[in-house]
């Protein structure tokens, strides 16, 4: 039996290059990159301005799939969250969250996590697999074209999109799958596909600094960063990779990035950890930090209340701290935001994108990957190491 060929994981050259080995010109690329990514579509018959010879090659050679729904999800404030399967037992979250003028979907970009950041629940299941392109550009194709059935709004780019920003903060570290997530964020930008702006697709790294380079010169989209922590003390016990990138060189790979990026600031990520990070010591610690006259950086921050979670043994701040926490920042002319918690009664909200399918098969896998990965960011990558108290 011949494997076919999933045409969502090529990005526009490689979809070029495939058409080139079928005998087809570049433009006939750019026509099948459009029925896929702008009308959804999946049947080679319903691509009517296809040759019938093409569509008769494509057929027995080439599929589009991306992954199947495990679950769909609606919470009441219209949050949207599907679990879908990326095979072998293992499974991702893809959440949508709509708001008046905009709906953003946040998509995974690998199973499990091998960063293993104390607070999110995710690292706790440890790392399965990188996703492959068509799984992570899937999660978009496959959301727009389920909200846009849902609503009853026609595919092409006559009907209304769905989908105005994506967010690389689901389940992984994207910047640990960097070439599939680079050729995913292509496709979003490119305008036979999403054409999507730059500046409406924000990647989220815990702070890989030489992928930041790396995608600064690649596809430089918007940046966020987990930061979560003050101090390198702090931070080691939060954010393991830490003890590989501290703090000055993560907020010089921030300096360096700004460059190119398409917004003049990085959204720092804060998860508001009851009695951990959330003084004001700490808040005037972080303004000391990103108004350092070496290695302070443009920035906003956006301030999330934790979903606790029983093997964290972490708390909630409680809003009064974290709005006085907000207000030092605030006070020191930095733009604070207090992410408001949406799709709690799925189980969508920050930090909760744990699949509920797991593989359990594949731990020596897992294993080697995490071995590799201590190998290059150091010995505790991957481990909950203890914050002081
Ligand atoms: S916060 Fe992000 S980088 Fe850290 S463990 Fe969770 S998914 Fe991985």
Not at 7 to 19: K, N, R, S, T, V
């Amino acid at each position: 039996m011949t494997t076919l060929t999933n045409l969502l994981d090529f990005d526009p050259a490689q979809l070029i290059a495939y058409c080139g080995e079928l005998g087809e010109k570049p433009f006939r690329a750019k026509q099948l990159q459009r029925w896929i990514h702008q009308f959804g579509a999946s049947d080679f018959d319903s691509m009517t301005d296809l040759a019938k010879s093409l569509r008769d090659k494509l057929k027995t050679r080439a599929e589009i799939r991306s992954p199947a729904i495990i679950s769909d999800n609606t919470s009441t404030d219209g949050t949207r969250k599907w679990l879908v399967d990326v095979g072998n037992g293992n499974a991702v979250e893809t959440v949508f969250i709509p708001e008046e003028n905009r709906g953003t979907l946040c998509i995974s970009t690998q199973a499990g996590c091998a960063v293993n950041c104390r607070f999110c629940s995710t690292g706790k299941q440890g790392f399965n697999r990188n996703l492959t392109v068509a799984e992570i550009i899937g999660q978009l194709w496959m959301a727009e074209f389920e909200l846009r059935k849902t609503k009853g709004i026609e595919p092409g780019p006559k009907g209304e999109r769905q989908i105005t920003n994506v967010v690389m903060m689901g389940m992984g570290e994207p910047l640990l799958n960097f070439e599939p997530t680079a050729t995913a964020l292509k496709l979003m930008l490119d305008d036979n596909a999403y054409g999507l702006s730059r500046r409406r697709v924000t990647l989220s790294t815990s702070g890989v600094v030489p992928m930041m380079d790396k995608l600064s010169q690649e596809v430089p989209v918007a940046l966020a960063v987990s930061l979560h922590a003050s101090n390198d003390a702090l931070r080691d016990g939060l954010v393991p990779l830490n003890k590989k990138y501290p703090l000055r060189e993560l907020m010089a790979a921030c300096k360096r990035y700004l460059e190119f990026a398409p917004r003049d600031f990085v959204t720092f990520e804060y998860c508001m950890l009851d009695g951990v990070n959330d003084s004001d010591e700490h808040a005037r610690e972080l303004v000391a930090l990103v108004k350092d006259p070496v290695v302070g950086v443009s920035c906003k921050f956006n301030l999330i209340p934790f979903n606790p979670f029983p093997e964290s043994g972490l708390l909630r701040s409680k809003n009064p701290r974290i709005k006085a926490f907000s207000e030092v920042l605030m006070a020191a002319g930095i733009v604070t935001t207090i992410r408001k918690t949406r799709g709690d009664d799925i189980d969508a909200a920050c930090g909760q994108l744990a699949g509920e399918v797991q593989d359990r098969t594949r731990v020596q896998e897992r294993m080697e990957k995490m071995a590799e990965y201590q190998q290059k960011f150091g010995a505790n990558f991957g481990r909950i190491v203890e914050i002081p108290s």
